[in-house]
């Protein structure tokens, strides 16, 4: 055989790789399955958790997930009464057709997370939802601590219709709260939020006319008339509070686990590939 038909023959043949290089060629393909598999557990592990509870109507609406609900009452102080089946767990879970409880002068109930953190992102990142008609205005203090210390300064809130019903059939009204009324800068989080009832509606005696301690009654929405012969038959109807700005959620641990076990993975085929 010439040399040049030699030289043909390699040219135009088969190539064989040396074991080297194929080695290097497979470590390549088994990186990038890693970086795949590890990715795909990130996503899973974050979007296993996305909105899984829609709330409200065609005047508001919001998909929460469905751990963005206060989850322990640390404190009250309830002179109302709790309606159409509501309960202290009722209004932990989400679900606005599980009554709710009214909420009057001097009321307050303090609630904590604890599986997510609240943070103050762009516009309102906390809703309280509220029953009645017409919607009821709420006051609202927060805190960035669990133990019911270093609430701020109280502020007031109306609510409005969201298009929507709650248990019994009575509007469901929303306040949307944003954490940079009460001071807090971007990305600030807090841990606790605690609401106070409002009074909105008083049946009073009259000064005469027919009926009532004194003859006649009437009925106003301003808790200046509250008097000795005035009774409360409205307040702030409590159903629900939830987080409109929550962090991304934490893996699982065992998901925690593949992800690091992909990553030491990873951290080996790369040391082989430069060794």
């Not at 029953?131 to 809130?157: C, H, M, Q, R």
């Not at 605690?194 to 027919?210: D, P, W």
């Not at 409360?232 to 929550?246: E, F, H, K, W, Y």
Request: aromatic share 8%; net charge negative; glycine share 16%.
């Amino acid at each position: 055989m010439s040399g040049d038909a030699a030289v043909n023959h390699v040219v135009g043949g088969p190539q064989v790789l040396k074991p080297s290089k194929r080695r290097e060629k497979e470590m390549k393909r088994k990186v990038l399955v890693a970086v795949f598999l590890v990715s795909a557990v990130i996503l899973l592990g974050s979007v296993s958790k996305a909105g899984a509870i829609l709330i409200g109507g065609d005047k508001w609406s919001h998909d929460f997930d469905d751990t963005a609900f206060v989850d322990e009452i640390i404190d009250k102080e309830v002179n109302g009464f709790y309606w159409e089946g509501g309960s202290d767990a009722g209004l932990l879970n989400g679900d606005v057709g599980d009554g709710g409880v009214a909420l009057l002068d001097d009321d307050y109930i303090s609630f904590i997370f604890t599986d997510n953190t609240v943070f103050n992102g762009a516009g309102a990142d906390l809703a309280v939802f509220e029953a009645g008609l017409p919607a009821e205005d709420l006051i609202v203090s927060v805190s960035p601590f669990d133990d019911n210390t270093g609430w701020t300064t109280t502020l007031k809130y109306d609510s409005t219709y969201t298009g929507a019903e709650a248990a019994g059939g009575y509007n469901l009204n929303v306040a949307l709260i944003d954490l940079s009324d009460f001071g807090f800068a971007e990305g600030d989080s807090i841990s606790a939020v605690k609401i106070f009832g409002i009074t909105s509606v008083y049946k009073c005696c009259g000064r005469g006319g027919k009926g009532g301690m004194g003859g006649g009654s009437k009925t106003v929405k301003d808790p200046s008339y509250k008097k000795k012969c005035c009774k409360s038959i409205g307040g702030t109807d409590l159903v629900a509070i939830g987080s409109l700005n929550t962090e991304v959620p934490v893996p699982e641990p065992g998901t925690l686990l593949l992800i690091g076990t992909g990553l030491v993975g990873l951290g080996l085929m790369n040391r082989k590939l430069k060794g």
